[in-house]
Antibody, heavy 121, light 108 residues
């Protein structure tokens, strides 16, 4: 059974940093593209970042570029999101999602339950 | 960057057919995926590559894509279909993963 378990969310002051983790199980982690998607309170889904499986390329939304970094540790079956210079508008539930099998553009077939990040003083 | 436009809301009576549209420039040339999200829950993939269904998704849900509009069709709507629905594409632009703004489906 595919499972994705996010952790690391919490309350942080503006300008602060946070690292989110997504522990994966039930599939060959290294073979799949992995993404972070966020959802601000009462708003829609917003893509944040994707790490490919095939060529190890990373992609990030313009809204977080230069502040957030996606990484993965295939030996630990874990995806990370390193968030710096956090702003109030980064407040959201952050979801980890499994993408395509060696297909960066594939659908996000499995999602974690999300972890809440609140940026406030 | 690429933009996907969805109606904010769609209402339908039980047993009828709901159609949720997703508009984008030449979206018919792209692969479209649809997600369902119920309150307090994570999104669930319901249609991928325009018209394929993951296991466990009922045949009542179907998708199509042509020209500038992709459509998610839900036949014989049930109360349990009430949710937010999002379309998504991959675009070779600055923000390659694009979600539509979402459509709230209300079952009357």
């Amino acid at each position: 059974e595919v499972q994705l378990l996010e952790s690391g969310g919490g309350l942080v002051q503006p300008g602060g940093s946070l690292r989110l983790s997504c522990a994966a199980s039930g599939f060959t982690f290294s073979s799949y593209a992995m993404s972070w998607v966020r959802q601000a309170p009462g708003k829609g889904l917003e893509w944040v970042s994707t790490f490919s499986a095939s060529d190890h390329n990373t992609y990030s939304a313009d809204s977080v570029k230069g502040r957030f970094t996606i990484s993965r540790d295939n030996s630990k079956n874990t995806l990370y999101l390193h968030m710096n210079s956090l702003r109030a508008e980064d407040t959201a539930v952050y979801y980890c999602a499994r993408g395509g099998y060696y297909d960066t553009s594939g659908p996000m077939g499995y999602w974690g339950q999300g972890t809440l990040v609140t940026v406030s003083s | 960057s690429y933009v996907l436009t969805q109606p904010p809301s769609v209402s339908v009576a039980p047993g009828k057919t709901a159609r949720i549209t997703c508009g984008g420039n030449n979206i018919g040339s792209k692969s479209v995926h649809w997600y369902q999200q119920k309150p307090g829950q994570a999104p669930v993939l319901v249609i991928y590559y325009e018209s394929d269904r993951p296991s466990g998704i009922p045949e009542r849900l179907s998708g199509s894509n042509s020209g500038n509009t992709a459509t998610l069709t839900i036949s014989r709507v049930e109360a349990g279909d009430e949710a937010d629905y999002y379309c998504q594409v991959w675009d070779s632009s600055s923000d390659p993963v694009v979600f539509g703004g979402g459509t709230k489906l209300t079952v009357l």
